[in-house]
């Protein structure tokens, strides 16, 4: 599973031939969690509020090129790492 973005110790990958809707794994310190592309949780726990919050500030940052990215994965393309939070 490719990593689109990592830090503070936050790992994001995408899935190549995931199922819908639209979302990301993020994991820290071992956990692991899913999360659409508005910041729900869909399932799992990173352990950490702290870790959730900085996930959901990313994601907010990066809406667009999330959905970029996805729309590349279902076409079997290349995705693009992105920035990470700072």
């Known amino acids: 599973m490719p990593e ?13 031939d995931e199922h819908n ?5 993020a994991e ?5 969690i ?5 910041g729900n949780v869909i399932r799992g726990d990173l352990g ?3 870790a959730l919050r ?3 500030e990313w994601i907010d940052l ?3 090129e999330l959905h970029r990215n996805w729309n590349l994965a279902k076409e079997g393309k290349e995705i693009k790492k992105i920035a990470p939070l700072e």
Do not use: E, N
């Open 62 to 64: 990066h809406v667009m």
């Open 54 to 56: 900085l996930v959901r």
């Open 4 to 16: 689109i973005a990592r830090f503070f110790g936050i790992v994001v990958r995408m899935y190549y």
């Open 28 to 32: 820290y310190q071992g956990r692991k």
């Open 48 to 50: 950490s509020r702290t």
């Open 21 to 25: 809707p639209p979302h990301l794994h």
């Open 34 to 38: 899913l999360l659409d592309f508005r």
